[in-house]
T-cell receptor
């Protein structure tokens, strides 16, 4: 199994630009999570989906952030417009209900907003 | 106050020593307890998973949960330089459907 796939792995953009992060969960997993990791705040859950439906988006910091999951094998996290404080590593994780609370993380996207 | 507290370290130990890591938490509803290992510039990977109280052992790793004290621990025996990483505790309730609360992570450095 290829594991959780994220793209791009690195993104450098200028303030005000739109940023789209992509995630392909492990095949057969019905939960998908988006996290953000910074030195100051650690690992924070932004939003998660179950069977492609957003369940809890209370961690999404602002309206500038949006996430979609059009099908079981693809999800996007969009930031528009981006700001320097959005610079962080963004992780996608997936799990299936039959494996307890085990979440499998992708390699992350390292975002730098100048 | 955060729901999950974890000392960020760094914790430096010589090769072969026992590494002791811990987290405290405030939410008595937490039932699932996990330890993740994160190497530099990588995603976290699940190391140990425990439901409710008790101990669990897997090779050189032992996880302990003391719900009465709201305290969990991870021990690494015979530590190796390859154990150098950040270790994050995580926990969730039975009705959170996978919504994990993570600790800040403890950086561990095992020196040869």
């Amino acid at each position: 199994d290829a594991g959780v796939i994220q793209s791009p792995r690195h993104e450098v953009t200028e303030m005000g630009q739109e940023v789209t992060l992509r995630c392909k969960p492990i095949s057969g997993h019905d939960y998908l999570f988006w996290y953000r990791q910074t030195m100051m705040r650690g690992l924070e859950l932004l939003i998660y989906f179950n069977n492609n439906v957003p369940i809890d988006d209370s961690g999404m910091p602002e309206d500038r952030f949006s996430a979609k999951m059009p099908n079981a094998s693809f999800s996007t996290l969009k930031i528009q417009p981006s700001e320097p404080r959005d610079s962080a590593v963004y992780f996608c994780a997936s799990r299936t209900q039959g494996l307890g609370e085990t979440q499998y993380f992708g390699p992350g996207t390292r975002l730098l907003v100048l | 106050q955060k729901e999950v507290e974890q000392d960020p370290g760094p914790l430096s130990v010589p090769e072969g020593a026992i590494v002791s890591l811990n987290c405290t938490y405030s939410n008595s509803a937490f039932q699932y307890f996990m330890w993740y290992r994160q190497y530099s510039r990588k995603g976290p990977e699940l190391l140990m998973y425990t439901y409710s109280s008790g101990n669990k052992e897997d090779g050189r790793f032992t996880a302990q949960v003391d719900k009465s004290s709201k305290y969990i621990s991870l021990f690494i025996r015979d530590s190796q330089p390859s154990d150098s990483a950040t270790y994050l505790c995580a926990m969730s309730t039975t009705d959170s459907w996978g919504k994990l609360q993570f600790g800040a992570g403890t950086q561990v450095v095992v020196t040869p």
